[in-house]
């Protein structure tokens, strides 16, 4: 009896897969009215046996910095075990404006630093006068869950289940430092020959919106790269990987832009 349970004591249990997405490199190009007007790369990498490291940026090219400009990086750490946010950070420019903000989560809240201006045009250079200038610093409740804009993201491809067409997934986020609810409702799932980098899937079409929680009426649209004043439609493989191929939405001025991805790797 000592030796088996000597045997039992000594037995190790294996800590679970991570996803092969906590590892993985997205390139996106950015398209309107058919020529390309910009690219984004968005990349994960794990640190350590518990968080995972995300960083994103967005560039728009010379062919549309005249008209609208459109460039920023956006980075977080995320712990993958307990699925909670650690530190976010956003900087961009959309437009006439540019937004800086810091988010720093604690015990059941999140320190919230911004820096936002206005300029007088939205194509770039932009002129040195500005229309305005704001910088804030405050504390906003997590209570319930709420994450950035990127941790939302992996939190819902983390949690292994494929949803069903019709259902409505509701993830609550801070986009600005504010509280809100990101709802993605299913729409349909198909096979497609002409999925972007794929050719052809299987995949789920998903539009997003924003609800703000105070008097729960429906926003723009928000991902991780752009502000909208609609709502947004993806394309997402239909498997436990979760991967965004085609998203779309209209961008103020400008009409509807296309990101549509270019290559996709992981472990």
């Known amino acids: 009896?000592?030796?088996?349970?000597?045997?039992?004591?000594?037995?190790?249990?294996?800590?679970?897969?991570?996803?092969?997405?906590?590892?993985?490199?997205?390139?996106?190009?950015?398209?309107?009215k058919g020529i390309r007007a910009?690219?984004?790369?968005m990349r994960t990498r794990t640190d350590g046996n518990q968080f995972i490291k995300i960083n994103a940026r967005?560039?728009?090219?010379?062919?549309?910095?005249?008209?609208?400009?459109?460039?920023g990086v956006f980075a977080a750490k995320w712990n993958h075990?307990?699925?909670?946010p650690i530190i976010a950070f956003e900087e961009a420019y959309q437009g006439d404006t540019y937004q800086r903000r810091k988010f720093r989560f604690g015990a059941g809240k999140v320190n919230v630093d911004k820096d936002e201006k206005k300029f007088k045009e939205h194509s770039y250079p932009h002129s040195s006068e500005l229309k305005g200038k704001w910088q804030e610093n405050y504390d906003v409740s997590t209570k319930g869950g709420y994450q950035d804009l990127l941790g939302a993201f992996y939190l819902v491809r983390s949690t292994g289940r494929v949803p069903r067409v019709g259902?409505?997934?509701?993830?609550p986020v801070l986009p600005a430092g504010s509280r809100r609810s990101l709802v993605l409702k299913v729409l349909g799932r198909e096979t497609r020959n002409d999925v972007p980098f794929f050719g052809t899937r299987?995949?789920?079409?998903?539009?997003?919106?924003?609800?703000?929680?105070?008097?729960?009426?429906?926003?723009?649209?928000?991902?991780?790269?752009?502000?909208?004043?609609?709502q947004i439609d993806m394309w997402i493989t239909a498997d436990q990987d979760f991967v965004p191929v085609k998203i779309w939405?209209?961008?103020?001025y400008l009409g509807t832009?296309?990101?549509l991805l270019e290559s996709y790797t992981q472990p």
Request: glycine share 4%; no cysteine.
């Open 1 to 32: 009896m000592t030796v088996a349970l000597s045997a039992k004591a000594a037995k190790t249990v294996e800590a679970p897969k991570m996803p092969n997405f906590y590892n993985e490199t997205m390139t996106f190009r950015i398209e309107w």
């Open 38 to 41: 910009g690219d984004v790369m």
């Open 58 to 71: 967005v560039d728009s090219l010379d062919a549309v910095r005249g008209i609208y400009y459109v460039q």
């Open 81 to 84: 075990v307990t699925r909670t």
């Open 167 to 171: 259902e409505v997934l509701r993830i």
């Open 202 to 230: 299987e995949i789920f079409h998903v539009r997003s919106a924003l609800v703000d929680d105070a008097n729960n009426k429906t926003q723009g649209g928000s991902n991780m790269f752009f502000n909208t004043q609609s």
């Open 249 to 252: 939405t209209d961008v103020p």
């Open 257 to 259: 832009a296309y990101i």
